[in-house]
């Protein structure tokens, strides 16, 4: 599982927008159980230098955040990014084009409210001292200390922090999604170097109007453009976390890298053809105790050693010394990966008449040439030799999920294992004799998942610099391991399969499609 999502737990729209008098600025309004949110910047309306503002609140959960980093459901910082989303809402107004817009770190606390009306010159859900926050205060009791609400920002005093404090993203049509690294600001906040108040999501400086005298901004403020926009950006709507459209509820989604890359099952002797760094093997210990995985109480979180023996004349163990590894020693020093999984780098060169078996032995203790200490674990692996091709591969494969569901409760993470051959494989009569047919393994293999009904794409492919969909693979071919909770209950999804073609430098999407329910906690 490398993607987490957190809903809002809080969000709002504060504006200082005339009501239908034009006359009456609704500096006193608040839409925290509005469906929807809202940015804009308006110029002129009331006169030739008037300015209309509207800005959002939202806040997130960080204690969750927090706990699950301490339950390691998500990994220690530098090893996750976050990343904030809202989602466009269609309206019939006009839609700006061609701005961008800032995302800031709020610098104290606020309260949701729960005003409903977010029309321009509507806006009659006026806090009067009940709770809420609104252009003016930030609470029933507390006032901002810069009306439209307290920011970290570039010239913020308040921190010594050495952290991007604002955060942009650019709009062309208009119409697109926020989706911006929010990691500076999340890690701070679990951190506790500085106070979980949410975000301020708003115009950036040059694309909001310049404020009037009766509602500027405090000298030196960089929230204040004194050479502000002279023309309107109106109106961006985001859904809220009260949206009736679950896919759509703005997320501070985790991504990350959890792709286990075990060469066990692809294990090629050390060759001219590749570069050194191809030539190294990284192989993996997995130790269970009564079904659970768990450490080797002499090694906790540290290093364990890993020697290669030949085997026995029938293969069924191994035999003789040590063998001799790429580093000229007996031994490769390994490491910890997480709870009970240790992992080890090596490499070994093929002898005149190579072996058609190897043993990995992992153990602690003596480093010589025939004594090993306390060993742990044996492994074997069946070694492969690398060969040059004298036509371009064009690959073609059959895959299937051999243990595919019918349906998946939404409360549980599954594991799904994939069978993939190449589509034109040309078995022999004892391969086609043997009971496990062989599983191709794919180096660099990516999911999708869409909802059925109607194509929407729910979990996209994650091949940038996250990795977040990756596929991982061991001995017995592609695995991962997906959260039912980021799927709305109630519908049918499909899997998709993305390949990473070497020769064409390219993705390239598989043809089969693999579909399943999600049901509520119980079915």
């Not at 069978?419 to 047919?437: D, F, G, L, M």
């Not at 729910?458 to 991982?472: C, E, I, N, Q």
């Amino acid at each position: 599982m490398a993607i987490k999502k957190y809903i809002a737990d809080a969000d709002t729209t504060i504006v200082n927008a005339f009501q239908s008098d034009l006359s009456t600025r609704a500096t006193g309004s608040n839409a925290g159980e509005a469906d929807v949110l809202e940015t804009f910047s308006i110029y002129g309306r009331q006169s030739t230098s008037s300015a209309e503002l509207s800005r959002i609140l939202i806040k997130f959960p960080i204690t969750s955040i927090t706990t699950d980093r301490t339950n390691a459901v998500i990994p220690a910082s530098g090893s996750v990014s976050f990343y904030l989303r809202m989602f466009n809402a269609g309206h019939s107004r006009t839609v700006p084009t061609d701005y961008k817009i800032s995302v800031s770190a709020v610098s104290q606390s606020w309260q949701e409210g729960e005003g409903l009306a977010l029309e321009l010159g509507q806006y009659k859900d006026l806090t009067r001292g009940n709770p809420g926050a609104n252009w003016m205060s930030a609470s029933n009791t507390t006032a901002w200390t810069t009306v439209g609400g307290d920011y970290l920002t570039g010239s913020a005093t308040a921190v010594n922090l050495i952290f991007s404090k604002v955060v942009d993203q650019s709009f062309t049509t208009g119409l697109e999604d926020i989706e911006v690294d929010v990691s500076d600001f999340v890690e701070k906040w679990i951190a506790g170097a500085i106070g979980n108040y949410g975000f301020g999501v708003f115009l950036s400086s040059s694309y909001e109007a310049y404020f009037s005298s009766s509602t500027a901004l405090p000298t030196g403020s960089v929230l204040q453009n004194v050479n502000g926009a002279t023309d309107s950006y109106y109106t961006k709507r985001f859904f809220a976390r009260g949206s009736q459209y679950w896919f759509k509820r703005p997320v501070l989604e985790a991504r990350w890298d959890d792709s286990v890359k075990d060469n066990r099952g692809g294990f090629y002797y050390s060759s001219s053809l590749a570069p050194a760094s191809e030539n190294l093997n990284t192989i993996y210990l997995y130790n269970y105790v009564r079904g659970r995985l768990r450490n080797i109480p002499v090694i906790g979180t540290g290093e364990i050693l890993v020697s290669l023996f030949s085997g026995s004349y029938d293969n069924s163990s191994p035999s003789g010394s040590k063998l001799v590894l790429h580093n000229g020693k007996y031994n490769v020093t390994g490491g910890y990966v997480s709870t009970g999984i240790y992992s080890a780098s090596i490499a070994i060169t093929a002898a005149s008449t190579p072996l058609t078996a190897l043993y990995d032995v992992w153990h602690s203790g003596n480093v010589g040439e025939s004594t090993t200490g306390v060993e742990y674990f044996t492994g074997s692996m069946t070694p492969l030799s690398l060969n040059g091709a004298q036509s371009a591969a064009k690959p073609v494969y059959y895959l299937n999920i051999t243990n595919l569901r019918d349906k998946y409760r939404a409360d549980e993470t599954a594991r799904f294992n994939l069978y993939v051959r190449n589509k034109y494989w040309n078995p022999t009569i004892y391969t086609v004799a043997q009971s496990s047919p062989p599983t191709t393994t794919i180096p660099s293999a990516s999911y999708r998942v869409y909802r059925v009904l109607d194509s929407y794409e729910a979990v996209p492919y994650g091949t940038g610099s996250d990795l977040h969909t990756v596929l991982s693979y061991d001995v017995s071919g592609n695995y991962f391991d997906f959260d039912m909770s980021l799927l709305e209950p109630g519908y049918a999804y499909a899997l998709k399969f993305s390949f990473y073609d070497s020769g064409l430098q390219s993705w390239m999407e598989q043809n089969e499609a693999f579909k399943f329910r999600i049901e509520d906690y119980e079915y």
